[in-house]
């Protein structure tokens, strides 16, 4: 089975529709590690899409945020401000289909999605210690994270945890084909607000027969982005900050 492995779409329709072109006819199956809305200014537009299109979703925090299902307190002033607008501006249906993402882990065929880490949904992985002091809760040898925006990911092998480093910027994809005896917990990036200094958006097609992923990087229209952004006056750095992939 072919899966295309989305996270942290963050309402940015622009590169989410750059994604799909770009996947266009390479998979069977889509699923998505969370975060639909937040920061950006198409939430209803994506969340559309995933209701119609996504086999297997989790929920991220800015989805539970925007449901009322998070308290906003723990947000800085510009996540929090997007929150609100994005709960302002959701249709009934798209606000009702966010409270009822389940919470991660959930096991997809032979492999788990989670939106942070395994023991808390909200908790950032970004280095190996991080990873280290989880790992033994993963259910699955192949696991799907997202929550950091950033492209890669680690193995976890005997001699310790070893960062899977993000496709580098002159390359559009890099292949991983899986090992026995290793466990991995893979980030696809994130297709609408990428912080691995890459603004490009960040996906991975991942084929569970032949026990392989790819991880892909595809250029979007960034300025149509942004132009939503400022039409809707949505805090300018939101804008800004698409463009350096930060």
Not at 7 to 27: M, Q, T
Not at 134 to 161: A, P
Request: with cysteine.
């Amino acid at each position: 089975m072919r899966y295309l492995i989305l996270s942290d779409i963050h309402a940015n329709w622009h590169a989410l529709h750059a994604v799909l072109e770009d996947a266009s006819g390479a998979y069977d199956h889509a699923v998505c590690c969370g975060d639909l809305v937040g920061y950006c200014a198409d939430p209803n537009r994506v969340v559309d899409w995933v209701r119609e299109n996504v086999h297997s979703i989790v929920r991220g925090n800015h989805d539970k945020a925007c449901a009322g299902l998070d308290d906003l307190e723990w947000f800085n002033p510009i996540a929090r401000l997007s929150s609100e607008w994005t709960a302002q501006n959701l249709t009934p249906a798209n606000l009702s289909y966010l409270r009822d993402i389940p919470k991660g882990p959930l096991s997809v065929n032979g492999y788990s999605i989670l939106h942070g880490s395994p023991a808390d949904e909200d908790e950032y992985l970004i280095a190996a210690h991080e990873v280290a002091e989880v790992g033994q809760l993963l259910e699955t040898n192949i696991s799907f994270f997202g929550h950091t925006h950033i492209q890669g990911g680690f193995l976890l092998v005997r001699q310790g945890i070893l960062r899977i480093p993000k496709t580098p910027p002159h390359h559009t994809s890099q292949t991983l084909e899986f090992e026995n005896d290793v466990r991995y917990l893979i980030n696809p990036g994130s297709v609408g607000q990428p912080r691995d200094g890459d603004p490009r958006a960040a996906y991975i097609l991942y084929d569970s027969s032949e026990r392989m992923l790819t991880y892909r990087r595809v250029p979007y229209d960034v300025e149509g982005a942004k132009s939503r952004i400022r039409h809707e006056k949505l805090p300018d750095v939101l804008a800004n900050r698409l463009s350096a992939g930060t």
